[in-house]
């Protein structure tokens, strides 16, 4: 069994898709997930799931919270070290200096290059963003709110589903892998 990230997109948002956390970590646990935790109310869970690639964990992960809450929530998960990498691979780390205006969205997959050369980082200043692998990370100054950039790298304009975190989250995340309880 290993250490998985599961990051729920569009849960509790504007009262809709309403998923109390205390309610997914017993369903969770019932459907033989182990060491189930949660982080704030917005669909963060870390817990010790099957030796599968976290692409198909999501696949299962979907179709049981479906079952369980009656309507379609997406999922993409890390793995524990793929958690590891984003962090240590952080290439705003020195411009990103406030960690709730550091975002890193998590992509379903790798964008075509032809969509994200379509976005004039240029255009955006200073919002910054860096693509790598799977993951984007974003840097907002003003806050995302408002961010026109934010609002460029819409699921729409890169071809896959993405979930945005801040930074904190990103690190308590890994934090909570890390822990065992």
């Avoid at 969205?105 to 379509?118: K, N, T, Y």
């Avoid at 026109?148 to 904190?168: H, Q």
Wanted: aromatic residues 6%.
């Amino acid at each position: 069994m290993a250490r998985q990230i599961a990051l729920l997109r569009g849960i509790n948002v504007g009262g809709h898709k309403k998923v109390p956390m205390a309610r997914l970590r017993e369903l969770l646990g019932e459907l033989g997930y182990g060491d189930v935790r949660t982080y704030v109310q917005s669909g963060n869970v870390v817990l010790t799931g099957p030796d599968q690639p976290p692409e198909e964990f999501e696949r299962t992960l979907e179709r049981q919270l479906e079952e369980g809450f009656g309507f379609a929530v997406s999922v993409l998960v890390r793995s524990r070290e793929q958690l590891a990498a984003v962090v240590a691979a952080n290439p705003l780390g020195e411009v990103a200096t406030e960690p709730a205006r550091h975002h890193v969205l998590f992509l379903s997959g790798e964008p075509a290059a032809e969509r994200l050369d379509a976005i004039d980082a240029a255009a955006f200043a200073p919002d910054a963003f860096v693509h790598r692998g799977r993951e984007i990370y974003l840097w907002t100054p003003d806050g995302v709110r408002d961010s026109r950039l934010a609002k460029a790298l819409s699921d729409a304009r890169l071809g896959v589903t993405a979930t945005a975190r801040n930074w904190r989250t990103v690190e308590q995340l890994l934090a909570l892998a890390d822990e065992t309880g």
